[in-house]
């Protein structure tokens, strides 16, 4: 493949605003200087090197496609140019990138090649929570090492819970769940592992008090996790008996599914769970609801516009932003209805 035409389609491609607030993924979201920034230097490079790639993979990424990628490593990327740091960094990106879009292997591959070549020691330790993260998609035996293996590092600990509970070892799990209690971590907010824990035991009434508390997807560190985790919480409603709550949590689903591109509903059944055709109903469902307002997107462009502007936009000045798009578009759906 010419390496030049390659480079050229690349570089012409620009990413507007508009497509970075619509990336899911927060580890894409730097400033919008980041991105001009990785282009320019892109274009001074000779050959494929460090951020050409970089910004094949956020083209990848903005437009969920992952052609920009895929060419510039069937060219060949010249790692031999580049510093281990430089190496270990885009080896990662790749890898992660890859997993986002569920090509797991592939993306577990690059990991395992970032993992490698890293000579930092801090930076070492948070490539192999990554790798275990995704490994622990198609190897929980691996990722269960590597989390122990990290045994100093709390983090590694919670998601081990996961992991546990995942395979089906609530009582090693609950052993964990109940150390973690009393650790470093013991003010951390554990609602989102007691609501998987509960629900894996089918105990749904605690766990529909647990997904009560977990509002967010702070732990819900990749697509597979987070789409799981939304269907089991419209399940454990639909369980415990809580329609009005399963229904409400379904609608969410759906809405974030047409959304969100990461956001696939295929993923369920790659998890084996349970599928209830009341929940299913309504995620077929194309009806518009004309007055919903969606709490859950609102939120997160209010913090993508925080984090793509940081320096520029604090995180009130974001919100009175929205807040004004918000109130300027209920007042254009009003005068609409009032003609």
Known sequence: MDINA?????????IAIKNILALPAMTYSYPVSRYNFCRKRAEKETGIGFFTVQYARLLSACYYDRSYIDSVINCGIDFDSMATPQKCELCFNIGWFYCNLNFIAEGIEYMQK????????????????????YLSEVDKGKALDIFNALEEFFGAKIFAIKVYIDSGDLEKAGELFEKSRFGPGKDLDTSFFEAEFHFAGKDFEKASKAFDI?????FCFTPQWQLT??????????????????HKQAIKIRNRKNWDK?????????????RIPEIDAV?????????????DRMFYYINKIRMIGYGYIKRNWAYIFFIFILISVLTLKILKLLK
Do not use: P
């Open 283 to 295: 995620l077929s469902n194309n009806f518009v609801y004309r007055w919903y307002l969606d709490i």
């Open 262 to 274: 990461f956001y696939n509903l295929d993923l369920i059944d790659t998890h084996d769970m349970v």
């Open 229 to 246: 985790y939304d269907y089991k919480k419209a399940s454990t409603y639909y369980y415990a008996g809580q329609f009005k709550k399963a």
């Open 114 to 133: 970032a993992v490698d070549c890293c000579e930092d020691e801090k930076f070492l330790r948070n490539l192999r929570f990554n790798l275990a993260i």
């Open 214 to 218: 977990c509002k967010s997807h702070r």
């Open 6 to 14: 390659t480079k050229e389609k690349i570089l012409s491609q620009k």
